[in-house]
Every structure is written in structure tokens, then in C-alpha cells.
């Protein structure tokens, strides 16, 4: 393809509204409106997502034009969320990108939102060698996948129950952090004792996970202690988190670790919602020194759901040629390899 290739992003897997321009690979705006009421309901609410997508759509792209400089005739390419995510959701950014590609007749590109959290590491400079390891971890998702280039990737290992995102809110929720915990439960760690309480390790073979036993130990450890004193949690609330960080933090990086070994590979990466801990990335700094590994960490904008990492994602499909057909659906669990 001759001259500029400029791509339009749209992300609207759960309760963000998010639009982005990339010229040849390079993010020229990343816009994203996020949606404060589902704290009211302790989680978020699907029904209120849609609506709020529907509302938010249109003054998120117009302004993600805008702040890239560019017409709508400059286009090449317009890439959205296909799958996984809230289905009314996700409808709403595929009707609203396939509708548009229409008019303006140029190719629709289906992106799988985990595959787009992987390439996110693509976005700033210096970017991983390939191959590298990826850490996939966000409140619905926790993988370990193989990226051998921008369009190859295997999953090494992933969650066999919980994500690891979801561990951090359930139990923050258990200690009556309000919604979403996990940031809650991440800030807390700061100024605690990560030794002071303990919670077993789930022994599962391979690279995949299990998340569902830290979170039953923790809320008996809780109904214990509460029992004994009912002030319990408040009086321990930072070495609680603390400790609660330390246990996820340490089952991640140890099938990180064993995947590294299993495979030869130490370029490094993280991404996704939890990538943006701070725990975790100092602890990944710190295994990165012991282990000789080469590390890259996304910026905190493009750990969270973003359109930057759909339209870098969108680029390289545009590329390769790998083009969507107008009638492609959104699914809310399609898989990937």
C-alpha cells in the first residue's frame, strides 16, 4: 500500500468508549470516555454500558479526529472490537465501525481484545525483540502467550477459573473496598507487610493458573479473624492487602518464570488491566535483574482498555491484508491461537 496508512480504533469491550488514530504505527490520538456509574452498583452493569457506548460513540470519534489532524477521508482502515466482552457492548463499536467502513468503502478490521492487549507492547519505543513472552492479566483474562510476531502468538498457559484481576476485586470486595478494588487493593500494598499473613499456592501443573483458592483462603482467613475481632480488617487493612498483592503477585511471576525456561525466551512483556499494578511491576523489575530478562512495560494508558492497541492491531492486519467481511458478528467469548 503506497503513501500513509492511517487507521481508526474503536474499543468497546466493557464500559469504556475509546477511539484512536495510528498512522503507520504510531498513535496519533487515543481517546477514551469512561463510565462512573456502575461504582453505584459495585460491578458493571451491561444494560447502562450499552446505553452509555451509544451516547459516547460518536463524540469520542469525532474527537479522536480531530486530535489526530486528519479528515475522515484520510482514513484507510477502520479496526474495532470483536470479541471477547459484553456482547450489547460490543455491538454497538462493531455497528458503528462497520456502518462507517460502509460509506467510506475502505476495509473493516475484527480484532480480538486479548490479542490487542498483547501488541499494545508495540506502541512506544523501544519495542520487544521478537519473540517474546507476554503476561496477559485484566479482570476477565490471565495468559501467558508466546508472540512470535505481530500476527503469530500461541497461548502458553492460561486461568483454569478466576482471572487475576477478578481475584484482586473479589477480595477487595470482601474487605469492603468499594468498586473497582483491585487499584484499591494495589495502593494499600504500598504501605504494608507482605509477609505478615499467608495464603496458599494452588498447585497446577504447567503454565496455567488457578485464582478461585486465593480467594476462598482469604475469606475464611477473614470470617476467622472477624469472629476474634470484629475490627480486624480496618486495624490491618494495609498489611491485609498487602499480603493479599504479594501471593497473586508471586503465582504469576513464577509461571512467568517457568515459561521463560520452558521456552528459551527472555524478551519480556506485560499487559492488560493489571498491568498496571504497581507491585507487580516493580516486581517484574526486580526478576527481570535476577533473571537476566529483557523487560518492556506499557505505559499506564495502554494497560487499561484502549483503542490505541485496536488500531495498531488493525495496522498490522491492514498490512498483512487480512481484511473482515461486513457481516462479521460480535462475539462475547470467541477464542484465539
Known amino acids: 500500500m503506497d503513501g500513509n496508512i492511517y487507521i481508526l480504533g474503536i474499543e468497546s469491550s466493557c464500559d469504556e468508549t475509546a477511539a484512536s488514530i495510528c498512522k503507520d504505527g504510531e498513535i496519533l490520538s487515543n481517546v477514551i470516555a469512561s463510565q462512573s456509574i456502575h461504582a453505584e452498583y459495585g460491578g458493571v452493569v451491561p444494560e447502562l454500558a450499552s446505553r452509555a457506548h451509544m451516547q459516547n460513540i460518536v463524540p469520542v470519534v469525532d474527537k479522536a479526529i480531530k486530535e489526530a489532524g486528519i479528515e475522515l477521508s484520510s482514513l484507510n482502515g477502520i479496526a474495532f472490537t470483536q470479541s471477547p466482552g459484553l456482547i450489547g457492548a460490543l455491538l454497538v463499536g462493531a455497528g458503528f465501525a462497520k456502518s462507517l467502513a460502509m460509506s467510506l468503502k475502505i476495509p473493516l478490521l475484527a480484532v480480538h481484545h486479548m490479542q490487542a492487549h498483547v501488541l499494545s507492547n508495540l506502541i512506544e519505543d523501544p519495542i520487544p525483540s521478537f519473540p517474546f513472552l507476554c503476561l496477559t492479566i485484566s479482570g476477565g483474562h490471565t495468559q501467558i502467550v508466546l508472540c ?6 500461541e497461548i502458553l498457559g492460561e486461568t483454569i477459573d478466576d482471572a487475576a484481576g477478578e481475584a484482586f476485586d473479589k477480595t477487595a470486595k470482601m474487605l469492603g473496598l468499594p468498586y473497582p478494588g483491585g487499584p484499591l487493593v494495589d495502593e494499600y500494598a504500598q504501605h504494608g507487610d507482605p509477609s505478615r499473613f499467608h495464603y496458599p499456592e494452588p498447585q497446577i501443573d504447567d503454565l496455567n493458573f488457578s485464582f478461585s483458592g486465593v480467594k476462598t483462603s482469604v475469606l475464611y482467613f477473614l470470617q476467622k479473624q472477624k469472629k476474634e475481632d470484629p475490627d480486624f ?19 504469576l511471576l513464577n509461571k512467568l518464570k517457568k515459561a521463560s525456561v520452558k521456552t528459551g525466551v527472555k524478551n519480556i512483556c506485560i499487559a492488560g488491566g493489571v498491568a498496571a499494578n504497581k507491585g507487580l511491576r516493580n ?15 506499557p505505559s499506564l494508558q495502554y494497560c487499561t482498555d484502549n483503542a490505541a492497541m485496536i488500531s495498531i492491531t488493525g495496522y498490522y492486519k491492514l498490512i498483512e491484508g487480512i481484511e473482515s467481511p461486513l457481516n462479521i458478528s460480535a462475539s462475547a467469548r470467541a477464542t484465539w491461537h
Open 148 to 153: 512470535k510476531s505481530p500476527l503469530s502468538m
Open 283 to 297: 516486581a517484574l523489575q526486580d526478576h527481570a535483574k535476577k533473571y537476566h530478562w529483557n523487560i518492556h512495560i
Open 233 to 251: 480488617v480496618g486495624k490491618n487493612m494495609h498489611d491485609i492487602c498487602a499480603s493479599i498483592q504479594y501471593t497473586i503477585i508471586n503465582i
